[in-house]
């Protein structure tokens, strides 16, 4: 189960609502070990694509170099699909390389951003371990504070 703060969540969603059209990508880090996210970090899409996202492999160097000198770890990483449900693609399947990590998918498909109340329960928002091509949906758990 992931267990996440609102204010995560809430951010995470106004990510994915703020790049739309284009898939959002971040990583929400937390201490080594713990299992609990802390702290969001919104990255760049450098594929800049509605179908696709890639971290900047820079910034992802950066991003890791950072991580070992706070000791954390990504505990959440994060990307939205504009025109399909929160469930990953067989090229996220593939691409996702840290097993201890939660998936979190927000989808952006069947909303209008324009227009939209901003009430970010209205986008579908689900977590999934994707360990060795296996993926595993898992609750998630919306708490005011850890």
């Known amino acids: 189960m992931l267990t996440i703060t609102q204010a995560l969540h809430d951010q995470i969603v106004a990510h994915a609502r703020a790049d739309h059209p284009d898939e959002a990508c971040g990583v929400v880090a937390g201490p080594e070990g713990s299992d609990r996210p802390e702290r969001?970090?919104?990255?760049?899409?450098?594929?800049?694509?509605?179908?696709?996202?890639?971290?900047?492999?820079?910034?992802?160097?950066?991003?890791?170099?950072?991580?070992?000198?706070?000791?954390?770890?990504?505990?959440?990483?994060?990307?939205?699909?504009?025109?399909?449900?929160?469930?990953?693609?067989?090229?996220?399947?593939?691409?996702?390389?840290?097993?201890?990590?939660?998936?979190?998918?927000?989808?952006?498909?069947?909303?209008?951003?324009?227009t939209d109340t901003g009430d970010a329960s209205c986008f579908p928002f689900r977590s999934f371990r994707i360990v060795d091509g296996v993926v595993t949906e898992e609750d998630v758990r919306v708490v005011e504070a850890y």
């Open 40 to 114: 969001f970090i919104p990255m760049l899409n450098a594929a800049r694509s509605p179908t696709f996202y890639e971290f900047d492999s820079g910034d992802l160097l950066k991003l890791y170099r950072e991580l070992d000198d706070r000791d954390e770890e990504p505990v959440v990483i994060y990307h939205s699909h504009t025109a399909t449900e929160a469930y990953p693609s067989r090229t996220d399947i593939s691409y996702a390389n840290e097993p201890g990590a939660h998936y979190v998918l927000v989808s952006t498909a069947d909303t209008d951003t324009d």
